[in-house]
């Protein structure tokens, strides 16, 4: 914890640095910034700060340095591993007020960004050079492009494109001691020294402070249809998902939703698939230049999923295409509504071992009761596992909750898999890091936090 005396003293120091209007004690605030989407979870900041410039942002962190005080970086607060959560007190830098796109560049397929951008903005604004930024969280018309560089945020467009941290060549960042520096460009190749970039995207604001961003677009598919297929039990539908990647057609998504987590959108946001007897649904995404081809490839997958075509939904046009991503994206928001308080996890396995992972997991919540939901990115092996608390008492909740966390991650492990796929470790996954990682290689990790901030201040008690 931050003593008093220093708090009262930052806020003089910032207050003489920064606007007033853009620096906040209010306990609303406050209490609006000590929490993220992570169930059951809030710690208060003392402070929250709203810069505008890079050069406030090394103001803060001078401070910050000079009086020892924690720092924790925010976006838009959509994190679902704590990240963003103030756990010492101390100061919020709220990235929100950073919020331009400096640059689209279609010479060079490069857009240049402040970290406080909602990610979908980047991908309209380069849609009108007929370019595309396919990372595309579920969160992405509410979460920061500096967000989802922090925590090297995937979505279901990975399996063809990649994750965030496939489209990141520049970075320009505020260290620990309030320097700033720049590293890469607008050019596509660099092996000028160490890798900073790669080791800065995923670090969770442990390490510097991104204050812009320099982003690769790729040219935009000019064809693309959705599919909505349905399948009488989760194993049919996780088969098929693996044919499709064994025969090698690589879908832009493939998404995977159990039926339960349907019925809860149904529930709460009134959005009915139109296959309800179903139990699982595999939602694919292809794209590319022509609708023949693509059609084919359609067809391709029909005749693996040994569905029957006139059992599966072809969506061609946008507002056809939007009403079924819609569904999938209002999964989350709609089991939170169902139960506020669950576990949502977003293990990761060897894309052949999803359907072992699931089915042992699915075993091990029915044997202790348990409520719990399976959907997400079928198609990369990054399966979001929810556990729901729904009437239990939260004292036996939070009991429990060490032991089904170990659960699942020792799953994984064994899968192949691993403990995070894209939200991150943040608070809540930190001690279980062992499970996943050698000895070493954390010692590694706690050596590079030290480099890069050796007074502990940048967003402690995160992942490591
Ligand atoms: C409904 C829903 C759906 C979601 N779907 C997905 C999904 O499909 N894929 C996915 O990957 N995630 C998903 N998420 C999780 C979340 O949206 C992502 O982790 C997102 O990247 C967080 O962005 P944010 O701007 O909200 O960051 P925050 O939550 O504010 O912060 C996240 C982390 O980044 C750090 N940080 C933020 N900005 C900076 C900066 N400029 N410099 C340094 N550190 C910084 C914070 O300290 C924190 O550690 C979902 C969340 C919700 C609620």
Known sequence: MAERAAIAEALRLLCARIPTERVFTDKT????????????????????????????????????????????????????????LPIDGGIVLSFERMNKIIEIDPKNLIAIVEPGVITREIDNAAKQFGLMYPPDP?????????????????G???????????????????????????LGGKYVKNATGYGLIPLLVGSEGTLALITKIVLRLLP????????????????????????????????????????????????????????PTAQAHLLIEIDGSSEDELLRQAQEIVSLSTIHESNVIIAMTEQEKDRIWKTRRLIREAISKKSPIFLA???????????????????????????????????????????????????????????????????????????SGEHG????????????????????????KRAFDPLGILNPNKVI
């Open 345 to 419: 996890e977003d293990t990761v396995v060897p894309r052949a071992s999803i359907q072992r992972f699931i089915l042992q997991l699915k075993n091990e919540f029915k044997k202790q009761k348990l409520t719990s939901l399976m959907f997400g990115h079928a198609g990369d092996g990054n399966v979001h596992v929810d556990v729901l608390k729904g009437d239990m008492p939260i004292e036996q909740w939070r009991l429990l909750l060490p032991s089904l966390k170990e659960i699942i991650y020792q799953i994984a492990v064994e899968c192949g898999g691993t403990i």
């Open 29 to 84: 605030i406050l209490e609006h910034y000590a929490r993220d989407e992570t169930p059951d979870l809030s710690y208060t900041p003392d402070i929250v700060v709203m810069p505008i410039s890079t050069q406030e942002v090394s103001e803060i962190v001078k401070i910050c340095a000079h009086l020892k005080i924690p720092l924790t970086p925010r976006g838009k607060g959509t994190g679902v591993a704590g990240g963003a």
């Open 138 to 154: 579920s969160s992405l018309d509410s979460c920061s492009i500096g967000g989802n560089v922090a925590v090297g945020a995937g």
């Open 220 to 275: 935009r598919p000019t064809a693309s249809l959705a599919m909505l297929i349905p399948f009488d039990d989760i194993g049919l539908a996780l088969t098929a998902a693996e044919k499709i990647i064994m025969a090698k057609i690589i879908p832009a998504a493939i998404e995977f939703m159990e039926e339960d987590a349907l019925r809860l959108v149904k529930e709460y946001f009134f959005l009915e698939m139109p296959f």
């Open 425 to 448: 470790i943040g608070f809540i996954k930190r001690d279980y890091l062992p499970t996943a990682m050698d000895n070493h290689a954390i010692e590694l990790m706690r050596a590079i």
């Open 156 to 182: 279901p467009r990975a399996v063809k494109y990649g994750t965030t941290r496939d489209y990141v060549i520049g970075l320009e960042c505020v260290c620990a001691n309030g320097e700033i520096i720049a």
